[in-house]
């Protein structure tokens, strides 16, 4: 049914502030995501520019490692990387999976993700993740980095 296209708008939710949460268009990307990850980034460096971050302190202060300002550049291109194979492998095996045919919940999960774009490819406002979704996934993994390394 996913791979029998339409031109035409698909509805997923009864709710009307469900439904508006879960489109987007394409500028929202650089409109919300570019200032976060600025942000973000110009905070971690100052940070880091203090002097006083040791890797892995929280785990064993005999093994830490000091964490000069300089790493910063490497570190911003290795966590661009990461965060490009990440979104890569959610979108190749969770986004692209083949859900039980027989588990009703799982089915709609992935059809919510993104069977609906393969439904309604030419559906502008579902071409990009809409930004309160993401960011509750992005939360998800950002606390979850905090709490496995909580230096900066």
């Known amino acids: 049914w996913v791979h029998q296209p339409v031109i035409r708008p698909i ?5 009307d502030l469900i439904e508006a949460l879960s489109k987007s268009v394409w500028y929202n990307v650089p ?12 905070s971690h460096y100052r940070t880091l520019a203090q002097g006083n ?4 302190e929280s785990f064993s202060t005999e093994y830490s490692v000091a964490l000069p300002q300089s790493a910063f550049p490497g570190l911003f ?15 190749r095996f969770l986004f692209h999976m083949k859900p039980p045919r ?24 579902r071409l990009v993740f809409p930004p309160v979704p993401a960011s509750l996934g992005i939360a998800f993994f950002y606390i979850t980095l ?3 390394l909580p230096e900066a």
């Open 146 to 148: 905090r709490l496995l």
């Open 53 to 56: 971050v040791r890797l892995f």
């Open 77 to 91: 291109v290795m966590g661009v990387l990461l965060w490009s194979l990440l979104e890569y492998l959610i979108h």
């Open 11 to 15: 509805r997923l939710f009864h709710s």
């Open 31 to 42: 409109i919300i995501w570019m200032p976060l990850m600025l942000y973000f980034s110009w």
């Open 102 to 125: 027989d588990s009703h919940y799982l089915i709609m999960l992935h059809f919510v993700l993104h069977g609906q774009h393969h439904k309604a490819p030419f559906d502008e406002s």
